[in-house]
């Protein structure tokens, strides 16, 4: 039934949610051991990223549902079909547990009982029932939950890709350019690959082609406009933070939005900075599962 179908809108809200999970409070920290030239690599893994996007949605487009693969089912047959759904699925049963994992941690900087191992696993245990349950009731009010998630989750990421601008130190950004031993050009291989393992998930709105509107218009569309605003949202946060917190500093920090929050508002924003990575995270593990 068409009414119970998600449409433009909440399909790039599933593909926004999806990718934009836990990953993106700790990016900042993995790239600043290579210095804020760590932003040509993110220019180049965005237009990688599109072009991934850009053949989800062709596959997608193709056809009237099955994502892509009912496209490689077409294509090469039902063996190799099941094997891309496989180890997709396996990744995913991974990628869930993590997820779920760092809900947990997230709310056990709030909540500091939480942090033994019984009530780590038990915590955990929990999460994964709860988000469960949820997806029981459908992709609607999964779709629903990634919207609010995203919408507060990412509110630290979000204020700093915009109001934390006004606190952008040009020098502080060109002393943390490139703090490796090689040149520049030496670690933008891997600093590509690390950059899109925060894409990731862009793939979401192909494989649940069969619960969208119109799936051969909207897929595609809703594959692109979720790439391309997660895009700006990474490019923005992460090149701000390198130019407020130095790369040392970055480097050595669990919460690198956290620490931006508290070196320009106070300690205490630690803290909400904590539970809104909780609630994005759990968002995530919702359109993953």
Aim: net charge neutral; charged share 10%; proline share 3%.
């Amino acid at each position: 039934m068409t009414e119970n179908k998600l449409g433009l809108g909440l399909a790039t809200l599933l593909v926004a949610g999806t990718m934009m999970g836990s990953g993106v409070y700790l990016l900042p920290a993995s790239l600043a051991v290579v210095g804020s030239s760590s932003l040509i690599a993110w220019f180049i893994a965005i237009g990688v990223a599109l072009l991934f996007a850009g053949v989800f949605a062709s596959l997608t487009g193709r056809g009237e549902g099955g994502g892509f693969v009912r496209r490689i089912e077409e294509a090469f047959g039902s063996r190799a079909s099941f094997m891309a759904a496989a180890f997709y699925w396996m990744q995913g049963v991974l990628g869930n547990v993590a997820l779920a994992l760092a809900t947990t941690g997230y709310l056990s900087a709030i909540v500091p009982a939480l942090n033994t191992p019984a009530m780590l696993l038990g915590t955990t245990l929990a999460v994964l029932g709860l988000f469960t349950l949820l997806t029981l009731y459908g992709p609607l009010l999964i779709a629903r939950l990634e919207g609010w998630t995203l919408a507060f989750g990412l509110l630290p990421v979000l204020g700093a890709a915009t109001v934390g601008w006004f606190w952008f130190d040009a020098d502080i950004f060109r002393q943390s350019w490139n703090m490796t031993d090689g040149s520049v050009a030496a670690h933008l291989p891997t600093t590509v690959v690390s950059i899109l393992w925060a894409f990731i998930g862009l793939e979401s709105a192909s494989l649940a082609a069969s619960m969208v509107k119109d799936p051969a218009r909207t897929v595609p569309r809703a594959t692109l406009l979720g790439v391309a605003g997660a895009a700006l949202v990474y490019l923005s946060a992460c090149t701000l933070i390198n130019g407020v917190l130095p790369a040392g500093e970055l480097a050595n920090s669990n919460a690198p939005f956290a620490d931006l929050a508290g070196s320009l508002f106070g300690a205490s924003m630690g803290v909400l900075v904590a539970a809104f990575a909780a609630l994005r995270a759990g968002g995530a593990l919702g359109g993953w599962m």
